[in-house]
């Protein structure tokens, strides 16, 4: 059983930062590519960043220059340091993992996804 798992959400203040990390197991750790994407209320879920297996990283237009996805192969865990928070950051944040190498941003070119963590920037 694929498992991710999210924390280091919370409540900040607009222009802190938060680090969200996703902890998984070494096989899906190695997967084509570990994304992240978030769902404010009544909104889709959308594309935040991504990093290939090769170290690659991509971002979306919302958040480059404010956001950084790493890896930690030792920990098996993705990142996603959040810096110059604004309040329409404020969002659920899932990790997800790309086991077959789809191409695009869609929710769908993942195949295995975590709980959430809730990130709440206020103004």
């Known amino acids: 059983q694929v498992q991710l798992v999210e924390i280091g959400g919370g409540l900040v203040q607009a222009g802190g930062s938060l680090r969200l990390s996703c902890a998984t197991s070494r096989r899906t750790f190695s997967s084509y590519r570990m994304g992240w994407f978030r769902q404010a209320p009544g909104k889709e879920r959308e594309f935040v960043a991504h990093i290939m297996r090769s170290g690659s990283t991509y971002y979306s237009d919302s958040v480059k220059g404010r956001f950084t996805i790493s890896g930690d192969s030792a920990k098996n865990t993705v990142y996603l340091q959040m810096n110059s928070l604004k309040p329409e950051d404020t969002a659920v944040y899932y990790c997800?993992?790309?086991?077959?190498?789809?191409?695009?941003?869609?929710?769908?070119?993942?195949?295995?996804w975590g709980q959430g963590t809730q990130v709440t920037v206020s103004s």
């Open positions: 997800a993992a790309d086991s077959v190498l789809r191409l695009g941003t869609t929710p769908t070119s993942y195949d295995y």
